[in-house]
């Protein structure tokens, strides 16, 4: 059931409290994630240099301090989509980067081939609600129903909201089943109204360490040519900033 033109005014003033509490729903400028690109999010590396060296008789010599590392987690929304998923998923093999795709249970419906494909290419899963739905306009039960139907096609304990659209209630339930993930980064590759070269200088300009950056694989991004001149040149330019790329 769809809220009333009150409620819904009463959401968005909701909405922008949050952002002013730092409740971070991804605005293109850099505002935090809810769950930042941290270390203890990430998925974990099995660890093999747990042995220590014996110790050696020579004289200790000492040794410049390495670099801190510098890293990216790059997501992919609204998903999968036949004709530019498997595409994705080539340019991210070539460039030996795993992200996260955070999928729309209607698409994978509709097309679980491609689902599968990148599962099978050891990417991560996300939960983004069966109908790619803003929760200020769908009342909690409903929103939240919606969004556990996906849970009936895949098992991921990441949730990231189509629009960064929740309300307070929706959010506070949510949580307590997934781990929310938002960004700081979102490329706007789907825009009619930025151009390709517009959508690569958004990833040089406002990237950092830790960031969380969002590209979507969706006939949007196809259609105007964005994601294919963005999403190559991004990746190549951060691997020669320094970034490596990391999953939740």
Same mark, same amino acid.
């Given at each position: 059931?769809?809220?009333?033109?009150?409620?819904?005014?009463?959401?968005? +003033?909701?909405?922008? %409290? /949050?952002?002013?509490?730092?409740?971070?729903?991804?605005?293109?400028? /850099?505002?935090?994630?809810? $769950?930042?690109?941290?270390?203890?999010?990430?998925?974990?590396?099995?660890?093999?240099?747990? *042995?220590?060296? +014996?110790?050696?008789?020579?004289?200790?010599?000492?040794?410049?301090? +390495?670099?801190?590392?510098?890293?990216?987690?790059?997501?992919?929304?609204?998903?999968? $989509?036949?004709?530019?998923?498997?595409?994705? *998923?080539?340019? %991210?093999?070539?460039?030996?980067?795993? +992200?996260?795709?955070?999928?729309?249970?209607?698409?994978?419906?509709?097309?679980?081939?491609?689902?599968?494909?990148?599962?099978? #290419?050891?990417?991560?899963?996300?939960? #983004? &609600?069966?109908?790619?739905?803003?929760?200020?306009?769908?009342?909690?039960?409903?929103? %939240?129903?919606? &969004?556990?139907?996906?849970?009936?096609?895949?098992?991921?304990?990441?949730?990231?909201?189509?629009?960064? #659209?929740?309300?307070?209630?929706? !959010?506070?339930? %949510?949580?307590?089943?997934?781990?929310?993930?938002?960004?700081? *980064?979102? &490329?706007?590759?789907?825009?009619?109204?930025?151009?390709?070269?517009?959508?690569?200088?958004?990833?040089?300009?406002?990237?950092?360490?830790?960031?969380?950056?969002?590209? #979507?694989?969706?006939?949007?991004?196809?259609?105007?040519?964005?994601?294919?001149?963005?999403?190559?040149?991004?990746?190549?330019?951060?691997?020669?900033?320094? !970034?490596?790329?990391?999953?939740?």
């Amino acid at each position: 059931m769809r809220f009333s033109k009150k409620n819904f005014l009463l959401g968005a +003033a909701l909405l922008f %409290l /949050g952002a002013a509490l730092g409740f971070g729903l991804g605005n293109f400028f /850099g505002a935090a994630p809810l $769950i930042g690109c941290r270390e203890n999010d990430l998925t974990p590396v099995p660890d093999t240099e747990f *042995l220590t060296p +014996a110790p050696s008789s020579e004289p200790a010599v000492s040794q410049p301090s +390495a670099p801190p590392e510098k890293w990216v987690c790059l997501t992919f929304d609204d998903g999968p $989509i036949p004709e530019v998923t498997p595409w994705v *998923l080539e340019v %991210l093999e070539k460039h030996h980067v795993k +992200a996260t795709f955070f999928m729309v249970g209607d698409n994978i419906r509709k097309h679980p081939d491609e689902y599968r494909m990148v599962v099978e #290419h050891g990417h991560r899963i996300g939960n #983004h &609600t069966f109908n790619h739905i803003r929760g200020f306009e769908y009342s909690n039960p409903d929103y %939240l129903a919606n &969004t556990r139907k996906v849970d009936e096609m895949i098992h991921s304990d990441l949730f990231r909201p189509p629009h960064g #659209h929740m309300g307070f209630r929706q !959010y506070y339930t %949510l949580r307590h089943h997934y781990r929310i993930i938002m960004w700081d *980064l979102v &490329t706007r590759d789907y825009s009619k109204r930025m151009r390709p070269e517009q959508v690569l200088n958004n990833v040089k300009r406002y990237v950092r360490n830790g960031s969380i950056i969002t590209f #979507h694989d969706s006939l949007k991004s196809w259609n105007n040519g964005n994601l294919q001149y963005a999403l190559p040149r991004a990746i190549e330019f951060l691997k020669a900033e320094g !970034y490596t790329f990391k999953v939740f």
